[in-house]
């Protein structure tokens, strides 16, 4: 492979392009028109307009991806996260033309790409689920007896879900057809598939992921967890490698079993299996992503293992290089998304220019990002300026190392969760690891966030004054009041 095309853009077009070039591969960036001046499209040896700004008419044109790659002559095309690293109908399209995907196959993408599919295809390997069914529903009289034999609160998700669109927990039987149909309802305008199942709720899980490669000569190993239970709203916000709860015994149970999700699809490439985790440490299958996710550093600074070059070792058909054996846990990291939301006003987009933009030092973090000083933040794509990740001996020290990082971290023009991040590594919570994916909303209060003294706590009286006049007119956010109706009374 001499050539390679990163349908992406931003930190992590760069992340994959400073791999290619370390491993002497030459690359292509794509750009919008919004992107004209991004690092990502300097960085590149070579780049091509894909058109104007919003994503359908640039970074999602697969075919004229594919066009400028058969003239470029790209052996390899990486879609790093997003866009079109989980459309199958693309991976084929780039195999068909005769290019290399680098990532997994067709097949393993739509199989996972259906929770109900996925459900299907791993239970015969083994896998605990959650209790529930593993087809769409279809009579309600039937789902309500199926939902008694559960025992309520009961959740129901829908099969082409993602970001918690579509799923309404039911906390009694007299609920059961208004919340299936606005379910059934929310997945068909997200999805346009409106096929639903039902599971039993766990109420305070935690979210574990175990990262896994699989090569095409019949390996597959697991490269441990990453805990990424600090979320809101479906997305995450700090994540961990490895987890304060895992045991050594429990990991190693995870890690098996989710080589055996991956093997059940004949998985090739890195992905990940997701994972919930109860409060008394009971695991259950949730879905598989198969892509590159946003989160792969930590796993790669606790291994050691660069997994950009994995992905492209196993796309030009090499062999895994160690084995499970091989592969070992040393020290933590810690990674925040720093995006540009304001922590201070329900994390709501803020946009405007980076005026100021300073990093810490390579000695403090690392710092993928895709942006610098004096650009503006695209409204069009997702708000993550730059992820900053940290890695020390032990957790505590991880924890101390983020807080001295994000103090040395300047940015001014635009709000970001940087404040957020500082809070969650102050928060006894935290820190002590007894944590959910409810931390958010269960100890954020914009007051306590830490951060420099005077300018800050002068905006926070103003910003206190503020949110208690808008509480007043507030219109309910659409999916928490109700996903989370029952927890403040627990
Ligand atoms: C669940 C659950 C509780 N019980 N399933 C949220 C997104 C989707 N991928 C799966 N999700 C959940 N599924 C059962 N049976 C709770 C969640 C959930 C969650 C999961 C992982 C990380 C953060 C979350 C936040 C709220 C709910």
Redesign the pocket.
Known sequence: MKKILIANRGEIALRIMRTAKKMGIATVAVYSEADRHAPHVRYADEAVLLGPAPSNQSYLLGDKIIEFSKQLGVDGIHPGYGFLSENAGFAKQVSDAGITFIGPNAHAIEVMGSKLAAKDTVKAYDIPM?P?VDEAITDIGEAKTIAKTIGYPI?I?ASA????KG?RIVEQESDFESQMDRAVSEAMSAFGDGAVFI????KS?R?IEIQVLADSHGNTVHLFERE??V?RR?QKVVEEAPSAVLTPALREEMGAAAVRVAQSCQYLGAGTV?F?LDDQLNF?F??MNTRLQVEHPVTELITGVDLVEEQIKIARGEALSFTQEDLRIKGHALELRVYAEDPYNQFLPSVGTLEKYQKPGPELARVDDGYEEGMEIPIYYDPMIAKLIVYADTRKEAIDKMKEAINHYHIEGIATTLPFGAFTCSHEAFVSGHFD?HFVKDYFNPEEVQSDPVEKIAALAALKFHLQDKEKIAVADQEKPE?HAKRSSN
């Open positions: 959650v529930g959740l998700k879900g993602g970001g918690g799923m599971e039993k709720y766990v899980p979210h990424c239970s979320q479906h997701e919930l259950y949730l879905e994916t996903w």
